[in-house]
């Protein structure tokens, strides 16, 4: 495993140790695994996917979710791409949605459900530059269903298998990776720019600190849409970790008895 310097390098990791059980979600009322090769090649999907829908180099995609696989997938796909990742807290209303999806004059948003996407529709009117809207959860509606984007991206793929790799190498640990909106102190919520350099600097810190491997079970519950739970969630990435995906915070305390994690941040 090499020293990443990016986190697109923590991705090709990741690849180079697959494990049956990368992932953990509750499906039909059991934990249900994917395999770090399904997550892998959804990751290269939706990168794929990424350019037939027009996102520019440097461009903004917004992603407003709960916890769940497709968090990572998109947040990775955005980093090998080369698109800055902004995600919305799920607990935002419309408006709220509305001003971050302009202020970062995003092409492309993802949503979880067709209730989370409906705020994204609702913001698509005001803003012009939004041209598509997928949901992970597609129950119709006027979102786009994720599965036929990956779908897409999927076909894009194989007939440009190296235009993946040609993207990804061209990141820089200067390149901006994500911008995280907090509401601040006065005013409109700030959005905080953050680098390649700026997570893989504390990721490697992180690990230096956290006594666990690649055998760790790790439940997450925290917003991946804050900087902590996704900062710790590179960390165990970076480890080859099992991360679960708790339900909800309602449902964290039987999470936790079903799962049994060796780590959980709070």
């Not at 697959?18 to 509750?26: A, E, I, S, T």
């Not at 492309?108 to 809207?133: D, N, R, Y």
């Not at 200067?174 to 409109?188: F, N, V």
């Not at 893989?200 to 491997?213: E, K, R, T, Y």
Request: overall charge negative; some cysteine.
């Amino acid at each position: 495993m090499t020293t990443p310097r990016t986190l697109v390098d923590v991705f090709r990791n990741l690849e180079r140790s697959p494990k049956p059980d990368l992932l953990l979600h509750k499906k039909d009322g059991a934990w249900t695994p994917i395999s770090t090769q399904g997550f892998a090649a959804n990751v290269r999907a939706v990168a794929g996917a990424l350019g037939t829908v027009g996102v520019p180099n440097g461009g903004a995609v917004v992603l407003l979710s709960e916890n769940r696989p497709e968090w990572p997938t998109i947040d990775f796909a955005c980093q090998c791409y080369g698109a800055v990742l902004v995600p919305i807290f799920p607990t935002m209303v419309a408006d709220e949605a509305e001003y971050i999806v302009r202020d970062c004059g995003a092409t492309v948003a993802f949503a979880s459900t067709t209730e989370q996407a409906a705020k994204l529709l609702a913001a698509q009117a005001k803003c012009p530059k939004l041209k598509h809207v997928f949901v992970f959860d597609h129950q119709g509606g006027g979102a786009r269903p994720y599965a036929a984007l990956l779908e897409e991206g999927r076909k894009a793929h194989e007939a440009e298998p190296g235009r993946f790799d040609e993207r990804a190498d061209a990141r820089r640990p200067e390149d901006l990776a994500t911008i995280i909106y907090t509401s601040g102190t006065t005013g409109e919520p700030k959005g905080a720019m953050l680098m390649q350099s700026n997570f893989v600097s504390n990721l490697l810190a992180g690990c230096q600190i956290l006594p666990f491997d690649g055998s760790a079970v790790t439940l997450s519950f925290l917003p991946l849409s804050h900087v902590l739970e996704r900062l710790v969630e590179y960390c165990y990435y970076h480890r080859n970790a099992t991360i679960a995906f708790a339900e909800s915070i309602e449902k964290l305390r039987d999470n936790l008895g079903e799962v049994n994690p060796h780590i959980f941040v709070s």
